[in-house]
């Protein structure tokens, strides 16, 4: 009983220091730069929106623990125009619109649209995740930046991990000035998960380009890329690590016609040297793509992929088609279940596993999630590498 009160009392202490700040027209604060200069743990930054003038030139670098800054109407997004202002990343500006820094662990985001963020470096973004751990960006729309979501950190120092991204509309983010090197995603750190989200459109780089440890997207929409839909590349201290896997499930990927970039749709590799281990799944995902040029690339000895009930369309090109592109000491492990546009049938490798569609029902799930804390799902990679020990099909077998 004794614990029991003194629990009650500590949980009491605890709700009555949290507090919320109001923001916007006609609040004792206008700004929410103001609001979190004041902000403590635990506190609560509520965003009114206002007229188009109302949130320029914003520019907030996160250094404290479990805030929550979120638009005060959860229909209506507020506007963080950075219009004007030159996000350097030098002392104490951001490289963002919003920057949290490794200090501003367990802290969300949510319902803003953020746009308009440039600086001399291309690559002034929306939001930037500098090492931070347990950051949750929920329903925004980030466009028209340099980039759109950035985050740094490495598997070795546990940093930037359990990025959660969802339910979020990243589109058009880029910039002709330094074409090719500025994406709509660009993601380092130990793990990062991605749920429910419009990706597309990038300006000259690609849709996501990630150097995580770990990658988990799942039910979004990636379309229109200026080059490829997913690059899954290298990262010292993160992708030549044990278990470096990135897992696509449930996705609709499409590759738009007549582009003039990069036309593979996946690369799970390296581009700067580091190693890269681990094994790319693709799970239940429907890809379209025009293009003779890999469905999926993979470019570094030691990596492997295993595809299990996607299906693969041409968008009526009839090409001949490349469902994979192995570099020797690469491998395809296992695969099942997939539908395949004619044109790429006859350039399969065997073990992708061209067949019926299987339904969800029979599907074995090779994966468990653990939602404690923050609800962001735990990898048990022991269930992935036991799907991915599973023998291919024989060349020939349906």
Known sequence: MRRLL??????????AQAATFDVGPGKAITRLEDALKQ??????????????????????????????IRAADKNQKVVLDGAGFDYSGRGSVPRAIVQFDPAASDCVLEGFELINARNSSN?????????????????????????????????????????????????????????????????????VFVRGCEISDSVTGHNVKSRAHFNWFEYNRVSNSANREFD??????????PDSHSVLLGNIITKKPKMTGNKSVIHFGKDVGTAHTGTLFLLHNTITTPYVSPVVDLSSDGASAVFINNKVEDAGAKQAGVMARVVEGAKILAGEGNVVAEAFVKSRPAAVGVGLLVPWAKVEAPWERSLAGKQTPLLMFESLGNLAERKAPAAGAK
Not at 148 to 160: C, E, V, Y
Not at 232 to 241: K, R, W
């Open 123 to 191: 690559n002034g973004a929306g939001v930037r995740i500098n090492q931070a751990n347990n950051i949750t960006i929920r329903n925004c729309m980030i466009r028209n930046n340099d980039m759109g979501i950035m985050s740094n950190g490495k598997a070795t120092d546990k940093t930037a991990v359990n990025q959660l991204i969802e339910y979020c509309t990243v589109t058009k983010n880029g910039t002709e000035k330094h074409a090719g090197y500025n994406h709509n995603f660009y993601l380092g750190g130990t793990s």
């Open 39 to 68: 902000a403590k743990p635990g506190d609560e930054i509520v965003v009114h929106a206002a007229d188009a003038k109302a949130y320029t030139k914003t520019a907030l670098l996160v250094r404290t623990q479990k805030l929550t």
């Open 232 to 241: 899954l590349v290298d990262g010292a201290g993160a992708t030549d690590q």
């Open 6 to 15: 003194a629990a009650s009392v500590l949980l009491l202490a605890a709700t």
